[in-house]
C-alpha cells in the first residue's frame, strides 16, 4: 500500500485526483495539504473538504498551507476551475474541520513520525513542499519520492511554455527540483492526452449515484479552451491522471532527463527545461546539464487503460 500525503489546489481535476486516490485500495492517503494556486488556499480547503464528504471519507486531516508563492503575487485560475475551484458544481458546506496548524507543520509531523517513508504527491504549485524542504531539511529522509503533476517537455499551458503548476511558483518547483528527493514528472505531454469523450461524461452526469453525477458535473466543466485545442473533444482527468501514475506507471512511458527551471524573468519564466538530448555532451562548453537534477519524466500513457483504471 502507497502511503501518501497530497498536496492539493482543489480544483476540478484536484477534486478527480482526490477522488481517485482515496477510493484506490493500494493508496493510503495520510493527509492533504492545500496551497493556494487554482483558488484561495481558504477555497482550496472548503473544497477539498466538501470532496471528503462526497466519498464519505474516513476522517483525513487537511491543512491550509501558503497563501500565496514564495515571490509572485497569487494569479488565480478561476478561468479555468469556476470561481470557487469547483466548476458550476455545488455542494452544501462540509462539517469537517481543517486542522488548526499550518500544512507545513502537518507534514513535518506526519513525516516525522511515520516508520516509513511517504510518498507526496503534489498537485500544485509546490510552494508548500518548498517551504517545508527549506525549514525541515531533515524531513527529505522520510519521503520516499515527490511525484508531481506540473511542468512540460513540449508546451505551456499558463504561457506558451510553462506549465500553470510551476509556473505559478518557479522559485518552489526550483527548490523541489534540487532537493535530493527522487522526482516523478507527469507533465503536460502527458496530462493533455487523458480524457474521455463527452458522451461519457453525459452518462456519468446523469447517473443516480451522488459520486458519479459530482464527477460527471467536474468533467462537464473541465478546461472549455483547452478542450478545443487537444485532439477531438476529450474532457481531462487532469491531476487524476497523476495519482493513476502512483499506481500504474506501468501504463507509461517514463524516462530520466535532467530537468532544470527557468528562473529568469522574461517570455519562458516558469519552463522547465527538459534536456531530451541522446548525448550529453561537452557540459562546460553546451550547458551545465550534467549537474541538473535528473528527474523521471512520464512521457505518454495507454489513455484507455489509465481511463478504466480511473473508473
Ligand atoms: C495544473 O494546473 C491546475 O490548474 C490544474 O489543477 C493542474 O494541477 C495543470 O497545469
Ligand atoms: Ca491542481
Known amino acids: 500500500k502507497h502511503s501518501v500525503i497530497m498536496d492539493v489546489d482543489t480544483g476540478i481535476d484536484d ?39 462526497v466519498l464519505n471519507a474516513p476522517t483525513i486531516p487537511v491543512a491550509a498551507g501558503a497563501v500565496r508563492p514564495l515571490i509572485e503575487e497569487a494569479r488565480s485560475a478561476a478561468h479555468v476551475h469556476g470561481a470557487g475551484g469547483l466548476g458550476d458544481v455545488n455542494l452544501p458546506a462540509s462539517s469537517r474541520q481543517g486542522q488548526p496548524i499550518h500544512a507545513v507543520e502537518m507534514m513535518r509531523h506526519m513525516l516525522t513520525e511515520s516508520l516509513t517513508p511517504i510518498t507526496i504527491v503534489a498537485l500544485a504549485p509546490m510552494t508548500n513542499l518548498a517551504l517545508l524542504l527549506r525549514t ?22 499558463a504561457t506558451a511554455v510553462a506549465e500553470f503548476n510551476v509556473w505559478h511558483d518557479p522559485e518552489a518547483a526550483h527548490i523541489v ?17 487523458v480524457g474521455l469523450d463527452a458522451e461519457r ?9 451522488h459520486i458519479a453525477q459530482v464527477l460527471g458535473g467536474l468533467l462537464s466543466f473541465q478546461f472549455p479552451g483547452e478542450e478545443e485545442a487537444q485532439e477531438s473533444s476529450r474532457r481531462l482527468i487532469g491531476d487524476a491522471g497523476a495519482v ?17 527551471v527557468q528562473l529568469a524573468q522574461g ?45
Not at 527540483?177 to 492526452?193: E, H, I, Q
Open 136 to 157: 525541515y531539511p531533515e524531513c527529505a529522509a522520510k519521503i520516499e519520492r515527490i511525484l508531481f503533476m506540473g511542468g512540460s517537455a513540449s508546451v505551456g499551458n
Open 177 to 193: 527540483l534540487n532537493s535530493g528527493v527522487p522526482l516523478t514528472m507527469y507533465g503536460l505531454d502527458v496530462f493533455n492526452t
Open 244 to 260: 493513476c501514475a502512483l499506481v500504474a506507471g506501468d501504463l507509461m512511458v517514463r524516462e530520466s532527463f535532467p530537468v532544470q
Open 267 to 311: 517570455a519562458n519564466r516558469g519552463q522547465t527545461i527538459v534536456d531530451r538530448r541522446v548525448h550529453i555532451g561537452e557540459d562546460t562548453i553546451h550547458g551545465t546539464a550534467s549537474a541538473w537534477p535528473v528527474v523521471e519524466v512520464v512521457l505518454s500513457a495507454d489513455v484507455d487503460k489509465v481511463l478504466e483504471l480511473f473508473f
Open 15 to 53: 477534486a478527480m485526483a482526490i477522488m481517485f486516490a482515496v477510493k484506490h485500495p493500494d493508496i493510503d492517503v495520510k493527509a492533504i495539504s492545500c496551497v493556494c494556486g487554482n483558488v484561495s488556499v481558504d477555497n482550496v480547503v472548503k473544497n477539498t473538504l466538501k470532496i471528503l464528504d
Open 201 to 209: 461524461v453525459r452518462v456519468l452526469a446523469a447517473s443516480d449515484k
